[in-house]
């Protein structure tokens, strides 16, 4: 870490592994910009601070059970892509098993843009040639 600024693959992976896995809305101040970019296909939108954290605590009450797992990070620059597993079961008891890819732009410390598609059903498996 350069001084106090967390680098982006470190902000992404408090993202994923606290704030998400450990439910953690805290941090929401610490890892995400005042404004975000988030793109899906034909999609852009932009997300003040009190946008993102009601994003994120939708889908955590949503989901009282929820854990995610990075299958492949690669960070450069200040991106950080990452192929993700994830396992939930929402306040209705069905339980899901997903995967997905986001790309992340982190920029002093704090998640400013976000690429994502749609998540599918399933998981990634293991890479047979690792």
């Not at 889908?59 to 192929?83: M, Q, S, Y």
């Amino acid at each position: 870490m350069q001084g106090d600024v967390r680098s982006p693959r470190e902000v992404i992976d408090l993202y994923i592994y606290q704030l998400y896995n450990q439910r953690r809305l805290d941090l929401v101040q610490d890892l995400i910009a005042p404004e975000t970019w988030r793109h899906k296909p034909g999609k852009l939108e932009k997300l003040d601070l009190a946008q993102s954290m009601k994003r994120l605590s939708d889908l955590l009450d949503l989901c009282p059970e929820i854990r995610f797992d990075n299958t492949l990070v690669i960070a450069e620059g200040d991106k950080v892509a990452i192929a993700w597993n994830g396992w939930t079961r929402q306040t209705n008891g069905k339980t899901y098993e997903l995967a997905g890819i986001e790309i992340f732009r982190v920029v002093g410390g704090k998640i400013v843009e976000v690429w994502n598609a749609r998540e599918a059903a399933g998981l990634w498996q293991e890479s047979p040639i690792d």
